[in-house]
Nanobody, 126 residues
Framework: EVHLVESGGALVQPGESLRLSCAAS????????MTWVRQTPGKGLEWISA????????IYADSVKGRFIISRDNAENTLYLQMSSLAPEDTAIYYCAAGFRVSSSAVRSSDLYDYWGQGTQVTVSS
């Protein structure tokens, strides 16, 4: 059975940092492109970052570029998102997702991912 379990969400103050984790099981993690997507009530789903199967190529949305770092540990079947300089507009539910056949030109397309986690809440507020 496939599982993607996000963790690490919390209430933090503006300017602080946070690291999210996504533990994968039930499929070949190292064969998947992995992505982080967030959802807010007002903006809907927003793709924020993706990393290729080997972990040596990452891409970011402009809204998080320079502040967030995506990484993966294929030996541990875990995806990470290191978030720094957090701002209130980063408040959202953060989801990880895995895709088997996501080309490099299509990583921003959330509907191409096969498996999704249940999400973890990040709240940035003073």
């Amino acid at each position: 059975e496939v599982h993607l379990v996000e963790s690490g969400g919390a209430l933090v103050q503006p300017g602080e940092s946070l690291r999210l984790s996504c533990a994968a099981s039930g499929f070949t993690f190292s064969s998947c492109v992995m992505t982080w997507v967030r959802q807010t009530p007002g903006k809907g789903l927003e793709w924020i970052s993706a990393v290729n199967e080997d972990g040596d190529t990452a891409i970011y949305a402009d809204s998080v570029k320079g502040r967030f770092i995506i990484s993966r540990d294929n030996a541990e079947n875990t995806l990470y998102l290191q978030m720094s300089s957090l701002a209130p507009e980063d408040t959202a539910i953060y989801y990880c997702a895995a895709g088997f056949r996501v080309s490099s030109s299509a990583v921003r397309s959330s509907d191409l991912y096969d498996y999704w986690g249940q999400g973890t809440q990040v709240t940035v507020s003073s």
